[in-house]
C-alpha cells in the first residue's frame, strides 16, 4: 500500500516526513541550525586584507569558511555537522554557503544554506600607520667601493625582499625611497622585515651590513621605541 502521508502545512506527499511534516516545513518550523543571512567583517581598502578572529588576514576560502562556520549554531539536530564553503568571486567579492548536517528522530537530514558576506571597508591601523610614514627602519642601500653601477640593480630586489614578507607582516613594507649621493635610503615600516631583508642581501650578495639604533621617544605604555638603521653594502 502507497504511503498516505501529507504534509498538512503545504499539502505536499511527496519526500521524506519528519514529525508529520514534509521536510522542507520541518525545517522552516524548527529552527534546528541558526544559520546568519549576513556575515559581515572589516576589509582593509588599501592591502585588501580582513579581520578575522581578531586579526587581520589575507582572505581565503579556508579562513573565511571557518570564520562563517563560527557564526552558525546548532540547536536542535543531534550530531550537528557544519560545513561552509566560501569562493572568491572574479570582481573581488565571497560566496559563502553552509551546509548543515544531523539526525531528527532517526532521519538523517541535510540541508544547505546561502550566506551574505559583507565586507566593511576600512582601512586598517597598519595601512594608515604607512601612508603617514610610519617607519620602524631605515635601511641605506650603499655601494662597496667602485660598483655604484649595481645599485640601480639591487633596489628592487631589496623592496622586493621586504613586500613579499607583507602578507604576513601588514607592517612589511617599503613606504619611501630617496635617492642620495651615496646610494639609497629606504623607510620601512616593520623593522623585523628589514632585519630579515637585509639578512637575505647578505646571504644572497654576500652585501656588507651594519646595524645600529637610536632612541625615537616612548610608546604609550612607556616603552622606549629605537629606530633601527641598516646599512648594506653590495
Ligand atoms: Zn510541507
Ligand atoms: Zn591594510
Excluded: W
Excluded at 38 to 60: A, H, N, R, W, Y
Excluded at 94 to 112: H, M, R, T
Excluded at 187 to 201: F, H, L, W
Excluded at 221 to 226: A, F, I, N, R, V
Amino acid at each position: 500500500m502507497q504511503d498516505e502521508n501529507f504534509c498538512p502545512l503545504c499539502g505536499t506527499k511527496k519526500g521524506r516526513f519528519i514529525k508529520g511534516l514534509c521536510k522542507e516545513c520541518f525545517l522552516k518550523k524548527y529552527n534546528l541550525v541558526e544559520i546568519p543571512k549576513t556575515i559581515s567583517f572589516e576589509q582593509c581598502s588599501t592591502c585588501g586584507k580582513t579581520k578575522l578572529f581578531g586579526k587581520m588576514l589575507v582572505p581565503d576560502s579556508k579562513n573565511l569558511a571557518l570564520f562563517v562556520e563560527k557564526k552558525v549554531k546548532i540547536k536542535n539536530l543531534a550530531d550537528g555537522e557544519i560545513h561552509a564553503t566560501v569562493s572568491l568571486d572574479e570582481d573581488g567579492g565571497f560566496s559563502a554557503k553552509v551546509l548543515a548536517k544531523g539526525i531528527i528522530d532517526n532521519v538523517p537530514l541535510s540541508f544547505e544554506k546561502e550566506v551574505l558576506l559583507e565586507p566593511e571597508i576600512v582601512q586598517c591601523d597598519a595601512c594608515m600607520r604607512l601612508s603617514s610614514q610610519y617607519h620602524e627602519a631605515i635601511i641605506q642601500l650603499r655601494a662597496k667601493e667602485g660598483e655604484r653601477k649595481e645599485l640601480k640593480k639591487m633596489l628592487p630586489i631589496l623592496i622586493g625582499f621586504v613586500e613579499v614578507m607583507h602578507s604576513k607582516n601588514s607592517l612589511s613594507s617599503v613606504t619611501e625611497v630617496s635617492e642620495i649621493k651615496e646610494g639609497f635610503d629606504l623607510k620601512v615600516g616593520s623593522k623585523k622585515a628589514a632585519q630579515i631583508a637585509v639578512r637575505q642581501m647578505k646571504n644572497k650578495f654576500n652585501a656588507e651590513t651594519k646595524s645600529s639604533s637610536v632612541l625615537n621617544g616612548v610608546d604609550k605604555s612607556g616603552k622606549e621605541k629605537y629606530r633601527f638603521t641598516f646599512l648594506v653594502r653590495v
